[in-house]
């Protein structure tokens, strides 16, 4: 089915603001890809890593280091945003067979269970909208189970990106994608699309500079599952992201680590 800006405009009045759908989709006109970088899914390691070999084809290895300060900044480049290129010609890329398109997931226990690890740990600005729906002091600690309380309960369209369902926020079904590699596997899917985008050679390469881990919110939330999950939670987890263990063929089990 074709997609057009209207029926766009329509999936996003249900699942995201424009401003959230416009912040994580990246475009990379010439060499004719785009990505969805799903929040607390290796997304900074990814989005620096692919800007950095794209910058590396035209500016000097020095250059492409001090480009690098805050990757979370607003501008892109060199990738474009949906809204920079225009919704007409984003919608053409996606319609357009030869423009790879593809995305990374996790499985859904240890991404919401990372982002409260991160988002709650500190008087963030996404705390203070949990607390808010609480209705407690923004000072206390905040249990696991109340902050999946107030997920449960948020609208879709107005849930944090970092733990909305991630089938709705990279719009599964509607955008075909090519390819939807793994947090868990992220190295090798990670190679595998370098090849498919830039051959064979680059994704081979020893080059220390390939994998630019970024790890300044990594949480070892995988190594913390049975400190926060008991039956009732996991239920609970279960049902916010039915369509994550069901889209991505997760496990309902939970991925505990084997101790040796």
């Not at 989005?47 to 950095?52: D, E, G, N, P």
């Not at 060199?78 to 067979?97: A, V, W």
């Not at 030869?98 to 996404?126: C, G, I, Q």
Request: charged share 20%; hydrophobic share 35%; glycine share 2%.
């Amino acid at each position: 089915m074709k997609i057009t800006v209207d029926a766009l405009n329509s999936v996003l009045e249900r699942k995201m603001p424009f401003e959230t759908f416009d912040y994580n989709f990246f475009v990379s006109v010439q060499n004719s890809y785009i990505f969805f970088a799903t929040p607390k899914v290796a997304s900074s390691t990814l989005k620096k890593t692919l800007k950095y070999i794209e910058l590396e084809q035209s500016v000097t290895r020095s250059d492409v280091e001090s480009f690098f300060g805050n990757i979370h900044a607003n501008t892109k480049y060199p990738f474009l945003s949906p809204f920079q290129l225009g919704l007409q010609t984003f919608c053409d890329m996606l319609n357009d067979t030869s423009v790879a398109k593809f995305a990374f997931v996790r499985n859904p226990y240890t991404r919401v269970l990372s982002a409260f690890l991160n988002k709650m740990s500190y008087l963030s600005k996404e705390k203070k909208k949990v607390v808010e729906s609480l209705g407690v002091d923004v000072n206390l600690e905040l249990s696991f189970k109340d902050f999946l309380s107030v997920v449960e309960s948020t609208p879709l369209c107005q849930m944090d990106h970092h733990w909305r369902p991630q089938s709705d926020q990279i719009l599964m079904n509607f955008i075909n994608y090519n390819f939807i590699g793994s947090f868990e596997n992220f190295n090798s899917d990670f190679n595998y699309i370098v090849e498919k985008l830039y051959g064979e050679k680059r994704a081979s390469t020893n080059d220390s500079m390939m994998i630019k881990n970024v790890n300044e919110h990594a949480t070892s939330a995988s190594n913390k599952l049975e400190l926060y999950y008991n039956n009732e939670i996991k239920s609970l987890v279960e049902h916010i992201y039915a369509k994550d263990f069901c889209d991505f063929n997760y496990s309902r089990e939970l991925p505990l680590q084997t101790k040796t």
